[in-house]
């Protein structure tokens, strides 16, 4: 079975940090630009940054440059989000997708279950 597993969110206080993790499983992130999205309640899902294949260029939504950074380790099939100087508006749930349009479009039919973020102020 094809999916990505989104792991390490939690209930941080504000100006916390968290790293989420997004795993393959059956799929191969090396060969894919992937991106993390993410939905608050009440809203549409939203993109938050993404990652080249190589890990070498990226790509950030205003609202978290200087304070999110991207990385992957292809190595161990794995991206991760390191989220700095959180706020309680990056309270969200967080998903990871393989992007086919670069930097924000993703690729249908790989969303998984996301990693809840909850940010208190």
């Known amino acids: 079975q094809v999916q990505l597993v989104e792991s390490g969110g939690g209930l941080v206080q504000a100006g916390g940090s968290l790293r989420l993790s997004c795993a393959g499983s059956?799929?191969?992130?090396?060969?894919?630009?992937m991106g993390w999205f993410r939905q608050a309640p009440g809203k549409e899902r939203e993109f938050v940054g993404a990652?080249?294949?190589?890990?070498?260029?990226?790509f950030y939504t205003d609202s978290v440059k200087g304070r999110f950074a991207i990385s992957r380790d292809n190595a161990k099939n794995t991206m991760y989000l390191q989220m700095n100087s959180l706020k309680p508006e990056d309270t969200a749930v967080y998903y990871c997708a393989p992007i086919n349009k670069w930097p924000s479009g993703p690729v249908d039919g790989y969303w998984g279950q996301g990693t809840q973020v909850t940010v208190s102020s």
């Open positions: 059956g799929f191969t992130l090396s060969s894919w630009d």
């Open positions: 990652i080249g294949w190589s890990g070498v260029r990226t």
